[in-house]
Nanobody, 116 residues
Framework: QVQLVESGGGLVQAGGSLRLSCAVS????????MGWFRQAPGKEREFVAR????????YYANSVKGRFTISRDNAKNTVYLQMNSLKPEDTAVYYC?????????WGQGTQVTVST
């Protein structure tokens, strides 16, 4: 059984930074694309960024491009999301999953709250 465990969220002032981690464990994990997604209160979950395990190639939503950086550590089976210049509109629960997402893999997420 695959488990994805997110961590690293918290409360930060606008303009601050956070680094999220997503640890992947369980049976052999074959998907080559991992993504970060977020869900703000009252809104649908949305795509944030994705990365390719094999090449490290990445892609970002326009709303975070230039501020967020996704990376991975293949040896640790961990994906990261470095978030800089945070804005109040970045407030959400952040999740990792394959891209496209697998409904069986959603975890608890990690809360990110950006204050003004």
């Amino acid at each position: 059984q695959v488990q994805l465990v997110e961590s690293g969220g918290g409360l930060v002032q606008a303009g601050g930074s956070l680094r999220l981690s997503c640890a992947v464990s369980g049976r052999t994990f074959r998907s080559n694309l991992m993504g970060w997604f977020r869900q703000a209160p009252g809104k649908e979950r949305e795509f944030v960024a994705r990365i390719t395990w094999s090449t490290g190639g990445s892609y970002y939503a326009n709303s975070v491009k230039g501020r967020f950086t996704i990376s991975r550590d293949n040896a640790k089976n961990t994906v990261y999301l470095q978030m800089n210049s945070l804005k109040p509109e970045d407030t959400a629960v952040y999740y990792c999953n394959t891209d496209p997402p697998n409904s069986d893999y959603w975890g608890q997420g990690t809360q990110v709250t950006v204050s003004t």
